[in-house]
Structure formats: structure tokens, C-alpha cells
């Protein structure tokens, strides 16, 4: 199956600062890539949807200014989370779509988890 | 906007018996069920998934159903086994270009 990898898996930052979360899809080119953040013992929250050369477009209630996506290329998309607050801590998951004539599916990476003091 | 429910939000069964998630959607234009198990600290992984154009899928233990009129979809699990204990997630969309939309989840425990 196709591979989704992030990094960090894990950061702690102070509040104020900015974090980039970066999600890679390693054997596959994505053109569309989604941003979910997960709550302790809740469901994935769609963030955003992330297409390459584009603009991301947010869910409704998801600031775009705090939670910047960049889709530079088909492989790699970032979040970068700004002037990180502790409701900021959560952990975030990305996945991309691998479209091919044979399959159409999204693969999850495995999840950055955010800690803010 | 699509409303996925989902239940039950806890499972315990004996190993070696059978578990059963069911999901109901809202959204009758939504054609693609996947279903992912996410173990502590991990991401979702698929297990398995069903598009509208299909009633039944099995793949080893693993079984989905779908019921578009009544719009509904489970996940049956067979012979369970030790890891098998996760969290089940059951998901709706669209199509997979298009924003998957999560049920709440079902903590799944194998008593031995």
C-alpha cells in the first residue's frame, strides 16, 4: 500500500512560537492532501484540503492565518501552526490521495503530536 | 453537510467471536464508505472500503456491508483476535478526491 510519512512525530514548543508540520507522500504523487486535527479520545476534525499549486481551502471555524498550508510539490505538503497557544495542542494528522486508473483512496500518515507550554 | 453516526462507541467481545460496528450517513450523494483502525498514538490505517456501486466486500476476516437505500454501512470483524483492539473509525465521501467526513468512533477491546 502507499506510504504517508510526517515529521515531527512529537514537538513541544513555547507559546508564541510557530511549529511546521511537514507530511510527505514517499511512493506516490498526491495532488490533493487533507489536514485533520484529533482530540484525546475524539474523532479526526477535517482542517483543511490541500491541493498542489493552489490555495488550501479551511473548513468553516478553521482560521487560515493561524494554519498555513503550503502544497509545494506533489510529495510534500506543510502545516505550519503560528503563535502556537496551549488549545493549539492536539494531534495533527495529514493524508493524501493516491489516484491511479486501478485505485482511488486516501492513505493516513501516522501523526505529529503538538504539545504547547 | 454529511453527518456520519456511529455505534456502539465501545465494543467488548470474547476472543474468537465476532464484532460488529454499524454507521448510518446523511448524505445521499455520498458513494465511498472507508473503514480505518487507529491503535494508540498512531494514524488511521485502512482496513478496508466499499463504493456505492457494491453491496458486500470481505477481505479475510474482515467484512463491509452497504445499504444505500436505508444508508447505512457496517464493518464485521470475524474469529477476532488480541489485535484486533483499536479504535474503528467508519468514514463517508464523496469520492476519495473529496473531504472524508469520520464517524465518532468505536473503542473495540478483545476480552481473552
Known amino acids: 500500500g502507499a506510504v504517508v510519512s510526517q515529521h515531527p512525530s512529537w514537538v513541544i514548543c513555547k507559546s508564541g512560537t510557530s511549529v511546521k508540520i511537514e507530511c510527505r507522500s514517499l511512493?506516490?504523487?498526491?495532488?490533493?492532501m487533507f489536514w485533520y486535527r484529533q482530540f484525546p479520545k475524539q474523532s479526526l476534525m477535517l482542517m483543511a484540503t490541500s491541493n498542489e499549486g493552489s490555495k488550501a481551502t479551511y473548513e468553516q471555524g478553521v482560521e487560515k492565518d493561524k494554519f498555513l498550508i503550503n502544497h509545494a510539490s506533489l510529495t510534500l505538503s506543510t502545516l505550519t501552526v503560528t503563535s502556537a497557544h496551549p488549545e493549539d495542542s492536539s494531534f495533527y494528522i495529514c493524508?493524501?490521495?493516491?489516484?491511479?486508473?486501478?485505485?482511488?483512496?486516501?492513505?493516513f500518515g501516522p501523526g505529529t503530536r503538538l504539545t504547547v507550554l | 453537510g454529511e453527518n456520519v453516526e456511529q455505534h456502539p462507541s465501545t465494543l467488548s467481545v470474547q476472543e474468537g467471536d465476532s464484532a460488529v460496528i454499524k454507521c448510518t450517513y446523511s448524505?445521499?450523494?455520498?458513494?465511498?464508505f472507508p473503514w480505518y483502525k487507529q491503535e494508540l498514538g498512531k494514524g488511521p490505517q485502512l482496513i478496508i472500503d466499499i463504493r456505492s456501486n457494491v453491496g458486500e466486500k470481505k477481505d479475510q476476516r474482515i467484512a463491509v456491508t452497504l445499504n444505500k437505500t436505508a444508508k447505512h454501512f457496517s464493518l464485521h470483524i470475524t474469529e477476532t483476535q488480541p489485535e484486533d483492539s483499536a479504535v474503528y473509525f467508519c468514514?463517508?465521501?464523496?469520492?476519495?478526491?473529496?473531504?472524508?467526513?469520520f464517524g465518532s468512533g468505536t473503542r473495540l477491546s478483545i476480552r481473552p
Open positions: 511512493d506516490f504523487q498526491a495532488t490533493t
Open positions: 468514514a463517508a465521501s464523496k469520492n476519495s478526491a473529496s473531504k472524508i467526513i
Open positions: 448524505d445521499s450523494a455520498s458513494n465511498y
Open positions: 493524508s493524501a490521495r493516491w489516484y491511479t486508473s486501478d485505485t482511488d483512496t486516501q492513505y
